[in-house]
């Protein structure tokens, strides 16, 4: 007869000194010894382990890098552990996955190449038990493993060895605990006014949702396109004043950075006159006749940096604006390797003074 079994999601977190070189994925021999370390760490808080299954992802991940919508590194693990379930049967164990040539054998559980920007790490551990033993360990697990499960210089000292990450402590959790550390980080850096996204795609990612974020900016999860679409605004079209719409422009700004780091696909949506050049991936705001000369006006703010560009064209004013600005470089040597303009770069936003509108400038 087929035992029901139980799967809990937990975290092996390491805080790190920064490092410049490292392996982000443990070899499958290393992998294996590491699991052996992180289940003796674990049976001092929780002595039933041993009557569970102890599965561990031997990447090292960067807390955002592990916590994708639908928590794809743990559904691997899952996924990996019903697969020999069903074809040797269940029986307590410790087991590890580890690298062969440098990457894991399924692709959510391969940390990216790069060393990591923040000081710390994450592996993710999966613990299978039998349903009957489930809820005794989750709630042991859910109130004393962040206060309790350190972890001991052994596995700390193998991931010095062996992929180059000098820990200073180390913490056994809970996938719980670690998503509410992540919130906390986010409310030190002032962000946690964008949270509600991040913790509806972890935890509730099945269903739509739509968010009314910091600075009026409005956003939403369509679970069917596994996307967020996020309400766009040019800023003739913004009901404020530049003040709101440099803040409106950081949050967007803030939300698209934070959906990138934790692997969110998003898109800008706008209507008219704003429409969107894929190309460019920018979105461009028709600004109507002008019977000033052709002109590029650059629109910065002292904080926020570019805000946008006016270009001056044929008699026509666009406003364009980059969606990454990581690419506004680029984007402005293309406006201007096209075209023999003036530039002319403003420190604030130029606008009109009886419309209020974007204008171009003839000086900064």
């Known amino acids: 007869m ?86 040797s049967g269940f029986r307590p164990q410790v087991m590890a996955f580890g690298a062969s040539s440098g990457r894991m054998a399924h692709a959510a559980l391969q940390p990216p190449d790069t060393p990591p920007l923040g000081q710390f790490i994450v592996l993710p551990l999966l613990l299978t038990c039998p349903a009957d033993l489930a809820e005794a360990i989750e709630s042991t697990l859910e109130n004393e493993l962040f206060e309790t499960g350190s972890i001991d210089p052994p596995a700390r000292a193998l991931l010095q060895e062996s992929a180059g990450m000098v820990s200073v402590h180390g913490q056994l959790l809970t996938a719980n605990d670690l998503i509410a550390l992540q919130h906390v980080q986010l409310d030190a850096a002032g962000l946690g006014g964008f949270w509600p996204v991040i913790e509806q795609l972890l935890l509730a990612g099945g269903t739509d949702h739509d968010f009314d974020l910091p600075a009026n900016l409005n956003a939403c999860w369509r679970t069917s396109e596994k996307r967020i679409d996020i309400q766009f605004l040019g800023h003739d079209q913004s009901t404020g004043n530049d003040i709101d719409y440099v803040l409106w422009t950081r949050a967007f700004r803030t939300l698209a950075a934070l959906l990138d780091a934790h692997g969110v696909t998003w898109r800008a949506k706008a209507s008219e006159p704003v429409i969107f050049d894929p190309a460019q991936q920018m979105m461009i705001e028709t600004g109507g006749q002008t019977e000033g000369p052709d002109s590029l006006t650059v629109h910065q703010h002292p904080d926020l940096g570019l805000v946008a560009w006016s270009l001056v064209e044929d008699g026509r004013i666009m406003h364009l604006y980059p969606l990454q600005p990581q690419a506004a470089g680029r984007i402005e040597r293309d406006l201007t390797a096209r075209r023999s303009v003036p530039v002319v770069r403003c420190r604030e936003i130029n606008t009109n003074p009886s419309t209020g509108k974007l204008a171009p400038a003839t000086s900064p």
Do not use: C, M, Y
């Open 2 to 87: 087929n035992q029901t079994l139980h799967h809990i999601r937990l975290a092996a977190g390491l805080e790190i000194e920064p490092a410049v070189q490292s392996r982000r994925a443990l070899d499958r021999e290393k992998a294996s010894e590491l699991a052996g370390h992180l289940a003796a760490d674990l049976a001092r808080v929780l002595p039933s382990a041993n009557q569970a299954l102890l599965t561990v992802g031997a990447g090292q991940f960067e807390p955002n890098e592990l916590l994708r919508p639908g928590l794809p590194a743990w559904l691997a693990l899952e996924d990996l552990v019903d697969n020999l379930v069903r074809q």
